[in-house]
């Protein structure tokens, strides 16, 4: 793919246009009307907040500590133990599919870091916990001609992707525990994919499919301009201090 410039307003360029935002948001013309209470003070919204969030869908989560709310999906499910699946297939040995008690029957490891995101906000020091990424790669086997690892989503829209080499670092979690707490449903919850060392875009929320893949797939983001390796301060024209 030709690297093109970010979509929303980190390329310094022109912001997000009404018609994106609307897209993104799943609405139409039509389905403004249909939507009063989005229809109520969106000009407020496209005008200030869309010029700082190319998703779209922006909102300061109560007790968020920093954090604000992104999806891309206009209504996610809700899913729990009865519900959620994640599952690991692909270039491997061994397909697999994991419930929410089986990841939390696994080793557990805490990582506190910074998080970043590529439109600018940062929250210091926030501890996540769950079953590293690379323990359920070896568990699953990789094919020797794998080089990638792709994530999706049960929101069904997005995606993300890593080298498999990045995947296999310690650092890359499959988060459960946020702040020392189940990760809500705001954050993605129950389990989300946790890239310490990149901007949190590649951090894919309400994770349910890991497919071993042999290249790259850019992901919905990186569909849209940014760059595939979001490295904290070394990606996406940015100079912010690393996050590892
Ligand atoms: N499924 C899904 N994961 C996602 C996103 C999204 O829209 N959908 N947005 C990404 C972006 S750009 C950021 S900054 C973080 C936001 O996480 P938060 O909502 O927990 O703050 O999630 C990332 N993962
Ligand atoms: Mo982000």
């Known amino acids: 793919m030709t690297p093109q410039p970010p979509a929303g307003p980190d390329s310094g360029g022109a912001p997000v246009g009404r018609r994106l935002v609307l897209g993104m948001l799943g609405l139409g ?53 009865e519900s959620y699946r994640l599952t690991i297939d692909g270039l491997v040995d061994r397909p697999a599919t994991y419930t929410l008690d089986d990841l939390r029957a696994m080793e557990q490891t805490r990582l506190v ?43 069904g829209t997005y995606s993300e992707s890593l080298t498999l080499r990045q995947a296999g670092r310690e650092d890359v979690l499959v988060a459960l525990r946020m702040r020392d707490k189940p990760l809500t449903h705001a954050h993605g ?29 850019p992901g919905y983001w990186e ?11 070394r990606s996406n024209g940015r100079d912010d201090a690393p996050t590892v």
């Open 29 to 81: 013309a039509a389905g403004l009307a249909t939507a009063p209470y989005l229809q109520n003070g969106l000009e407020a919204f496209l005008g200030s907040a869309a010029d700082k969030d190319p998703t779209g869908l922006t909102g300061l989560l109560p007790n968020g500590g920093g954090f604000r709310y992104y999806s891309v999906a206009s209504s996610v499910p809700r899913k729990g133990p």
């Open 113 to 155: 870091r910074d998080v970043q995101c590529v439109t600018g906000w940062r929250v210091p020091d926030t501890p996540f916990e769950g079953v590293r990424l690379s323990r359920l790669l070896a568990a699953a086997g990789i094919k020797p001609e794998a080089g990638a690892v792709r994530f999706t989503c049960f929101d």
């Open 189 to 217: 919850g129950p389990v989300r994919l946790y890239v310490t060392p990149m901007y949190f875009y590649k951090s894919a929320k309400w994770l349910s499919g890991i497919t071993v893949t042999r290249e790259v797939r």
């Open 223 to 233: 569909e849209r301009g940014y760059d595939v390796d979001a490295w904290v301060g």
